[in-house]
C-alpha cells in the first residue's frame, strides 16, 4: 500500500525556503506572500502525486491558517489559490478523488470555499478592529488623540536604531492654563488642549512625534533637523499657539513656554535625560515670559 503523503523531499524544499527568508531577514511582506505561495504550490504537487480525498481536504487547512498573518489580502489569495485547486481536483483528478460524486456537485464546494474566506475575512476585520483601539488605549493620549509617553520613548528608541544626524526635544508648557479651567471650567480646558493638539499637529512632519506628556505640557520629537531650522520651527510654533482661538463663543489668547535640547550623539542620547534638559529649558524660558508678558491667558 503506498503512502498517502508526498516524497520527503518536498518537506525539505519548503523548510529550506522558510528558513532562508527567515534568516536574511527578507521584508515580512515579501515573506509572507512567498510562504503562502509556496504552501499552495506544495499543495500541487502533493494532489498529482498522490491523489488521495484526505490531502484535498488537507489543502483547505492551509486557507483558515493563512488567517495567522491577520491580513485581508493573503487570506483572499489563499482563497482563490484554494478555488483553483479545487476546480483542478475536481475536473482533472475526478476519478481519484471523487468517483462517486456527480460534476454538478462542483458548485457546494465553491460555496464551501466562499463561506470560509467571507467567515476568515470578517474575523480579520474584528480582531484588527480590536487591534485597533487597544493600540489606541495604549499609545495615544485619550482626549487629544496625539502619542503619549509610551509612544515616545518607542519612538525614540527606533530614532536611535536608524541613521539620522540628529534628535531634538521641543517641550511646551502652555501658561496660566488653570485660568481657564477655574474661569469655564474643565469642559473649556479640554476643548483648549484639543485645539492646543491640532495646531501642534499642523507644525510637524510625518517623521516627527507630537505627545502630550500629561496636563498642558506637549513634546515634538524631531530628526534631522540643525539648530537653525530647530529655532524657526520653535518660533513658528510660538506663533501658532498665540494666535487667538475662538471656543463657545469666547475668545481666548494663550501664551507657551517652550525649551528645547538638541544633539548630533544619537547614540550617546537619552530619553529622560533630554527631557530634563528641555524641561529646564522650558522654565528658563517661562521666567522670561511671565517676566516681559505679565501673564498668559487672556479672555474676553
Known sequence: MESIFPPSYLFIVLGAILTIFIYKRVNP??????IVSSVYIYFYFLLNDSPYLVNYLFMWLA??????????????????ASFVLTYYAF?????????????????FLVMFGVMVTSLLLFFIRKINEANDKLQALAYLDPLTGVANRLLL?????????????????VFIDMNGFKTVNDTYGHEMGDQLLEEIASRLKS????TDLLCRLGGDEFVILFSNLDNANLDIVKNRIQSTLETPMFLNQQTINVSASIGTYYT????????????????????KAKGRDLKYEGGAVTLS
Open 29 to 34: 511582506k515579501i515573506t509572507m506572500y512567498i
Open 63 to 80: 486557507l483558515p491558517l493563512c488567517a495567522i498573518y491577520l491580513n485581508s489580502r493573503v487570506v483572499v489569495l489563499a482563497g482563490i
Open 91 to 107: 475536473f482533472y483528478l475526478h476519478e481519484e478523488l471523487f468517483p462517486n460524486v456527480v460534476q454538478g456537485d462542483f458548485i
Open 153 to 169: 520613548k518607542e519612538k525614540f528608541n527606533f530614532l536611535k536604531t536608524t541613521k539620522i544626524k540628529s534628535i531634538a526635544l
Open 203 to 206: 507644525e510637524v512632519r510625518d
Open 264 to 283: 548630533t550623539d544619537i547614540s550617546q542620547a537619552v530619553l529622560e535625560t533630554m527631557l530634563k534638559e528641555a524641561d529646564k529649558a522650558m522654565y
